[in-house]
């Protein structure tokens, strides 16, 4: 039997809301207070003129990890959450016509590029393999345990992963991989999107981050009945149902700490003790607002941050066939894309992304219309002209899609909403609207990020995107698993 506890969690993202299902699943008494009104942090959704968009997430990876929060709970998983895998998960497009359509299956895929593009079948199916045996070697050690724990390093299976590191490309760019398995322009431009989905430069990021494809293609992309938002919603009801309590627009002010121990948390004029804390708070704001009379880890606050976006959320009074639920329309130059985002600036021809929940979900718009949610990655915010490059990208982007679809897409425009780096960070408390927290450009990044634990203050935990593993909605639930499992080590 372990000791049931009090637990006071801050924040009611996706990673607090997970752990607090774990938590209460395994009897202690939770408590969540969320500065905004709603729950889901980034993951939230809201409703204009009768289109419903999913305010940040749309691409959704493992979802087994959704599901084993409810059987943990004792609960059918479908019953609460369902969802379907994407036979296409992504709709590419060029300027110059070209068009790709990227099958789930890695054989359709592979005749498709074949078809499309003339590189031979044998290749993507190759680049695919080498994807799934990085991941396999990594992906335990890397993301599924704590790195600053001596257990996760003296077992078999993290002396394999060493002793196969030179094998990982841990010193070669993702796109230095890329150019050399695939050549094609077009292919490595669309196989080197996928450091997009952490935030990252494919000119920099180290070729293990090739291990996102094996998600995409082998585990599957997803999208949940009800839209992305259905899995705050039924996260958020289970936690319900197992007892935790809900505190919304209850802005935390301190993490009270005595003799190196976290006691409770400071909400106001009230203090409310616990016997640990966990903050699912951005870690920067965590240690400058809640902690701000301990001594910050500079080195890892000041690590550099992902990049963000800058997203319209357009409701289009028109179905356009060609479209799918992913789509991309890319830039003619990646490598000055990236330079851009790299110098703090936006480029002129910036990739631009949509997502239509409305192909799956057709009550997200009204009949004859689509819900685009249009993103372009932004550099996180560090002082820029907003205003004005919101103006000049909008112009660049109506451009850009109307050239394509061969549509003046500017009339159809029925409503607008916008959200940029400012507005990320004043809603979510994301340092600089970072969207992954830090930036994995670095070969070490994974151990520059912060810790889920901290060695020097007792019982305070940490979880979410700005922490290890990263950001992304499968890293957040593991940041989840990983501090329920540590407090469990600790009881
Ligand atoms: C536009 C956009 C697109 C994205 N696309 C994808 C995608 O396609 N796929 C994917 O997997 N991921 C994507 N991400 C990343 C993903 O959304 C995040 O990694 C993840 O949702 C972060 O969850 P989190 O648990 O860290 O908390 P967050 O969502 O950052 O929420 C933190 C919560 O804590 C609350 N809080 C902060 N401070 C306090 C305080 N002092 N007191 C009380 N509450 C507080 C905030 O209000 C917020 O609700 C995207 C993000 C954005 C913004």
Same mark, same amino acid.
């Given at each position: 039997?372990?000791?049931?506890?009090?637990?006071?969690?801050?924040?009611?993202?996706?990673?607090?809301?997970? &752990?607090?299902?774990?938590?209460?699943?395994?009897?202690?008494?939770?408590?969540?207070?969320?500065?905004?009104?709603?729950?889901?942090?980034?993951?939230?959704?809201?409703?204009?003129?009768?289109?419903?968009?999913?305010?940040?997430?749309?691409?959704?990876?493992?979802?087994?990890?959704?599901?084993?929060?409810?059987?943990?709970?004792?609960?059918?998983?479908?019953?609460?959450?369902?969802?379907?895998?994407?036979?296409?998960?992504?709709?590419?497009?060029?300027?110059?016509?070209?068009?790709?359509?990227?099958?789930?299956?890695?054989?359709?895929?592979?005749?498709?590029?074949?078809?499309?593009?003339?590189?031979?079948?044998?290749?993507?199916?190759?680049?695919?393999?080498?994807?799934?045996?990085?991941?396999?070697?990594?992906?335990?050690?890397?993301?599924?345990?704590? #790195?600053?724990?001596?257990?996760?390093?003296?077992?078999?299976?993290?002396?394999?992963?060493?002793?196969?590191?030179?094998?990982?490309?841990?010193? &070669?760019?993702?796109?230095?991989?890329?150019?050399?398995?695939?050549?094609?322009?077009?292919?490595? =431009?669309?196989?080197?999107?996928?450091?997009?989905?952490?935030?990252?430069?494919?000119?920099?990021?180290?070729?293990?981050?090739?291990?996102?494809?094996?998600?995409?293609?082998?585990?599957?992309?997803?999208?949940?009945?009800?839209?992305?938002?259905?899995?705050?919603?039924?996260?958020?009801?289970?936690?319900?149902?197992?007892?935790?309590?809900?505190?919304?627009?209850?802005?935390?002010?301190?993490?009270?700490?005595?003799?190196?121990?976290?006691?409770?948390?400071?909400?106001?004029? =009230?203090?409310?003790?616990?016997?640990?804390?966990?903050?699912?708070?951005?870690?920067?704001?965590?240690?400058?607002?809640?902690?701000?009379?301990?001594?910050?880890?500079?080195? &890892?606050?000041?690590?550099?941050?992902?990049?963000?976006? #800058?997203?319209?959320?357009?409701?289009?009074?028109?179905?356009?066939?060609?479209?799918?639920?992913?789509?991309?329309?890319?830039?003619?130059?990646?490598?000055?894309?990236?330079?851009?985002?790299?110098?703090?600036?936006?480029?002129?021809?910036?990739?631009?992304?949509?997502?239509?929940?409305?192909?799956?979900?057709?009550?997200?718009?009204?009949?004859?219309?689509?819900?685009?949610?249009?993103?372009?990655?932004?550099?996180?915010?560090?002082? =820029?002209?907003?205003?004005?490059?919101?103006?000049?990208?909008?112009?660049?982007?109506?451009?850009?899609?109307?050239?394509?679809?061969?549509?003046?897409?500017?009339?159809?425009?029925?409503?607008?909403?916008?959200?940029?780096?400012?507005?990320?960070?004043?809603?979510?408390?994301?340092?600089?609207?970072?969207?992954?927290? &830090?930036?994995?450009?670095?070969?070490?990044?994974?151990?520059?990020?912060?810790?889920?634990?901290?060695?020097?203050?007792?019982?305070?935990?940490?979880?979410?995107?700005?922490?290890?593993?990263?950001?992304?909605?499968?890293?957040?639930?593991?940041?989840?698993?990983?501090?329920?499992?540590?407090?469990?080590?600790?009881?």
């Amino acid at each position: 039997m372990i000791k049931k506890e009090r637990i006071g969690i801050v924040g009611a993202g996706i990673a607090g809301l997970a &752990t607090a299902v774990r938590l209460a699943s395994r009897g202690h008494e939770v408590d969540v207070f969320e500065a905004n009104a709603y729950p889901g942090g980034k993951l939230s959704a809201f409703e204009l003129k009768g289109y419903r968009f999913d305010a940040g997430p749309s691409l959704f990876t493992m979802p087994a990890y959704v599901d084993e929060l409810f059987r943990l709970a004792g609960e059918a998983p479908e019953q609460h959450f369902q969802y379907r895998r994407l036979p296409i998960v992504c709709h590419y497009f060029w300027e110059d016509g070209t068009k790709l359509l990227a099958h789930a299956g890695i054989a359709e895929f592979a005749q498709e590029v074949e078809a499309q593009l003339g590189v031979p079948a044998a290749k993507v199916e190759a680049a695919l393999a080498e994807s799934e045996r990085k991941h396999d070697l990594s992906g335990k050690i890397f993301l599924n345990k704590s #790195l600053h724990r001596l257990s996760t390093w003296t077992n078999w299976e993290a002396l394999r992963a060493m002793i196969r590191i030179p094998t990982l490309d841990l010193f &070669t760019s993702m796109n230095a991989v890329n150019e050399k398995q695939l050549q094609h322009p077009k292919l490595v =431009q669309l196989f080197n999107r996928f450091a997009t989905y952490n935030g990252s430069n494919p000119y920099k990021v180290p070729g293990l981050l090739n291990i996102i494809p094996y998600f995409e293609h082998k585990v599957g992309a997803y999208l949940p009945k009800g839209g992305m938002h259905a899995i705050t919603q039924s996260i958020f009801e289970l936690a319900q149902r197992r007892g935790v309590r809900f505190h919304f627009e209850h802005p935390v002010d301190r993490i009270l700490v005595e003799n190196k121990r976290a006691v409770g948390l400071e909400i106001g004029e =009230q203090r409310h003790a616990f016997d640990r804390v966990i903050s699912n708070m951005d870690v920067f704001f965590t240690y400058k607002k809640l902690l701000a009379d301990q001594a910050p880890p500079e080195r &890892t606050l000041r690590q550099p941050k992902s990049t963000s976006a #800058l997203i319209f959320y357009w409701g289009i009074e028109q179905q356009f066939e060609q479209l799918g639920l992913h789509n991309i329309f890319f830039s003619n130059d990646y490598r000055d894309e990236f330079a851009h985002l790299e110098r703090g600036s936006v480029s002129e021809d910036q990739t631009i992304y949509i997502d239509i929940t409305q192909k799956y979900e057709a009550e997200d718009a009204p009949p004859g219309c689509e819900n685009w949610f249009t993103m372009v990655n932004v550099p996180h915010h560090s002082g =820029q002209d907003w205003d004005a490059l919101i103006d000049r990208t909008r112009r660049q982007v109506i451009a850009k899609v109307s050239r394509i679809l061969h549509r003046d897409i500017r009339p159809l425009i029925a409503c607008e909403e916008i959200l940029d780096p400012r507005s990320i960070e004043r809603k979510t408390s994301s340092h600089l609207g970072a969207l992954y927290g &830090t930036s994995s450009n670095k070969r070490m990044a994974a151990f520059l990020r912060h810790a889920n634990f901290k060695r020097n203050i007792q019982h305070l935990y940490f979880c979410g995107g700005s922490v290890h593993p990263g950001g992304g909605i499968p890293l957040c639930l593991l940041s989840a698993k990983i501090v329920d499992e540590l407090i469990h080590e600790n009881l």
